[in-house]
């Protein structure tokens, strides 16, 4: 059974301390894995899409990597509006269902 | 703009009644989901449908009817069989071979 853990559960930041969010999972055969922002009261909106260990991506503060067992979210320089629930989620084959963990709620405080 | 459109964005439903959401998507995706979102549990498969006029439960499927009769609309009835339906719900598609997922906006169903 595919399995995805986030952690920590919630994270409280200042303005500009970076720091990572933990995506571990098991998955028979990745086919990608995404990450997305979610806002109180509002659909996930994607964030990044990872296919393969050793690959990243980055876009403004945030950077996604992936391993054989895990993912991290990296933030750098975090602002308050960065502050949401981001869920990690893992597809293992083509039409597949996606997996998807419990999430990490950021409040970053100015 | 593509996108799915989920209505309405708050429902109020009194027990014993049954509710329906709405779910509509012009992704011309085939792939369509509805997920239930509580507090600290993340989000659970309910029902989700890969073809027209076909479609599968999810982890949480008991309380809860689909159908799939047009590729654009998936919509959910909330029975009164389902003894907890405060909760926000989430439509979800992919298209065919397609990686990952595009979201609605979602709709919170509150039982007064």
């Known amino acids: 059974e595919d399995q995805v853990t986030q952690s920590p559960e919630a994270l409280r930041l200042q303005e500009g301390e970076s720091s990572s969010l933990n995506c571990s999972y098991t998955v028979s055969g990745l086919r990608g894995l995404f990450w997305y922002r979610q806002d109180p009261g509002k659909g996930p909106e994607f964030l990044f899409t990872l296919y393969s260990a050793g690959e990243e991506k980055e876009k403004e503060r945030l950077k996604a990597t992936l391993t054989k067992k895990e993912s991290f979210l990296h933030i750098t320089a975090p602002k308050p509006e960065d502050s949401a629930t981001y869920l990690c989620a893992v597809q293992p084959g083509a039409n597949s269902k996606l997996t998807f963990g419990k999430g990490i709620t950021l409040s970053v405080r100015p | 703009d593509g996108g799915i459109t989920q209505s309405p964005k708050y429902l109020f439903r009194k027990e014993g009644q049954n509710v329906t959401l709405s779910c509509e998507q012009n992704?011309?995706?085939?792939?369509m989901y509805w997920y239930r979102q509580d507090p600290g549990q993340g989000l659970r498969l309910i029902y989700y449908?890969?073809?027209?006029?076909?479609?599968q439960k999810g982890d949480i499927a008991e309380g809860y009817s689909v159908s799939r009769e047009k590729k654009e609309s998936f919509p959910l009835t909330v029975t009164s069989a389902q003894k907890n339906p405060t909760a926000f719900y989430l439509c979800?598609?992919?298209?065919?071979?397609?990686?990952?997922?595009?979201f609605g906006s979602g709709t919170r169903l509150t039982v007064v």
């Open positions: 992704l011309n995706h085939d792939a």
């Open positions: 979800a598609s992919n298209p065919p071979q397609g990686y990952g997922y595009t």
């Open positions: 449908s890969q073809i027209v006029n076909d479609f």
